[in-house]
């Protein structure tokens, strides 16, 4: 049984002597290799994880957040996000694991294409025209094939699947989804991955917008400026968004009390800690946590 306080971290290990940074398994697959428990915990994933639906409708949360994913759709779970399933057999499809580092060889070899970047900065719900994702599908089918070619060295085969994720990727990446994330200036794309990247290290202790122009070099001005670019929200929304989601999730897979949680998050004050929280989330800490939990326990209870 699920409770509230588990959570499973869950890293890229692929089954066997298979080694290469993208392995691919088809949904039977994934429910034939795990117990039924495995799906009932919520996982924090330190990889990508791309799930491609072909038959059914898909549900699944990421960050508290629940989407209803259909056919011709994908779904991106981002490393450092948390998921959680839910009936894994109302769904027919792929599940498509990603080493992040399989991504540093396409940054090399292109001064162009960031393509770790522009992934992270995908929606977790694509929805690619009709015929994109029949391309993407088939795609996803080649580089699962050929992921087992055993005539060429492992070299030659780990070189032409980075070449067909990359390929995988871009199409994802291609309007309409993407729309919201290309950014004309790439001064200020570098200005707010620089930025995004400080608030993950230091939104603990670090609540003000201020703090990270000093350290980066940047004007508040600057930094706002940059976020609206790539996200149409402010900098200390993204700021305050991610203390937000931190929080949720030490409510949600975590012992702290509410005290220990607001001290954790660099609030002195716990009342404090309790009205940013209601603004971010509509509801109190307390409240918060015993609807999660209670959401849990009906999944485990399907």
Known sequence: MCTGGKMLKVNY?????????VEILTS?????????????????????????????????DIDFVPYEV???????VKPGQVQHFHHPSCWHGYIIMIEPSIFEWSIRQSQEIDLLQRVQQLPALLQPDSGQSLLCQALVRQIASDAHLVEFPASTVHRLLQWQLNTLML????????????????????????????????FREWHQVASYAQVLGY??????????????????????????????????????T???????????????????????????????????RAALLSNDGR
């Open 13 to 21: 290990q692929p089954r066997g002597n298979y080694h290469f940074g």
């Open 28 to 60: 039977e697959q994934l429910r034939n290799n795990e117990t039924p428990e495995h799906f009932r915990i919520p996982q924090m994933v330190s990889f990508f994880l791309l799930l491609a639906v072909e038959e059914g409708k898909l549900r699944h």
């Open 70 to 76: 259909g056919p011709s759709e994908w779904l991106l």
């Open 171 to 202: 199409r994802l990446s291609l309007p309409p989804q993407a729309k919201a994330t290309v950014v004309a200036d790439s001064k200020l794309r570098v200005t707010f991955i620089r930025y995004r990247d400080l608030v993950e290290q230091h």
């Open 219 to 256: 004007s508040e001005r600057t930094l706002v400026r940059a976020c609206l670019a790539i996200t149409g929200g402010t900098a200390k929304q993204l700021l305050d968004s991610r203390i937000g989601l931190e929080a949720k999730r030490m409510l949600g897979y975590s012992e702290f």
């Open 258 to 292: 509410v005290s220990q949680i607001a001290l954790q998050l660099g609030f002195v004050d716990a009342s404090n800690f309790q009205k940013f929280f209601k603004r971010q989330a509509a509801c109190p800490p307390g409240e918060f946590r015993e609807r999660q």
